[in-house]
T-cell receptor, first 115, second 111 residues
Framework: GAVVSQHPSWVICKSGTSVKIECRSL??????MFWYRQFPKQSLMLMATSNEGSKATYEQGVEKDKFLINHASLTLSTLTVTSAHPEDSSFYIC???????????FGSGTRLTVV | EDQVTQSPEALRLQEGESSSLNCSYTVSGLRGLFWYRQDPGKGPEFLFT???AGEEKEKERLKATLTKKESFLHITAPKPEDSATYLC????????????FGKGTSLLVTP
């Protein structure tokens, strides 16, 4: 149980275009989902907390206008990287939990490369 | 501010050579300490959650322990398939529900 599906696994886009990444909880409802970014050889850095039916909460230093988060249902959150630039190239990972006692499950991640 | 420090950064073991990974933490109001395994290019895979000092959990060759200041992940007789990055993360009473991760320990087990 507690499966989180993330798509796509990898994407290459041109500089200036937008990319949408989907995160789905397959067997539980998630009122809250989390988006992380991971650079090579670095740990996971929390970008934002996605809240179903309300605005996302962004961490300090994360541009909310660049990283648009939508959590329209209890099983789906999306992260859209707008006007992507090469420095946005990274590994993006989402996470959700059916309850703290069940731990946090992570998606398989999305490798974004902006050329 | 929460601090999660993992050591060593990298560890190379021979197959069968037991060792321990360390995660020291400074948080206000620990709600849980989590261990994950991450393979290259993949999302973290959940291993353990520990909630209070003195707690221990085991899974196959892995055993996690917790004190008031640190956690250890003991690996007994590791195999090459145990090679991965092991991440420690904490959840505190002030961080909402988001995990705060350490930088990880990259483990390589050679035959």
């Amino acid at each position: 149980g507690a499966v989180v599906s993330q798509h796509p696994s990898w994407v290459i886009c041109k500089s200036g275009t937008s990319v949408k990444i989907e995160c789905r909880s397959l067997d539980f409802q998630a009122t809250t989902m989390f988006w992380y970014r991971q650079f090579p050889k670095q740990s996971l850095m929390l970008m934002a907390t996605s809240n179903e039916g309300s605005k996302a909460t962004y961490e300090q230093g994360v541009e909310k206008d660049k990283f648009l988060i939508n959590h329209a249902s209890l099983t789906l959150s999306t992260l859209t990287v707008t006007s992507a630039h090469p420095e946005d190239s990274s590994f993006y990972i989402c996470s959700a939990s059916p309850g703290i006692n069940y731990g946090y499950t992570f998606g398989s991640g999305t490798r974004l490369t902006v050329v | 501010e929460d601090q999660v420090t993992q050591s060593p950064e990298a560890l190379r073991l021979q197959e069968g050579e037991s060792s321990s990974l360390n995660c020291s933490y400074t948080v206000s109001g620990l709600r849980g300490l989590f261990w994950y395994r991450q393979d290259p290019g993949k999302g973290p895979e959940f291993l353990f959650t520990l909630y209070s000092a003195g707690e221990e959990k085991e899974k196959e060759r892995l055993k996690a322990t917790l004190t008031k200041k640190e956690s250890f992940l003991h690996i007994t007789a590791p195999k090459p398939e145990d090679s991965a990055t092991y991440l420690c993360a904490v959840l505190n009473s002030n961080s909402g529900y988001a995990l705060n991760f350490g930088k990880g320990t990259s483990l390589l087990v050679t035959p």
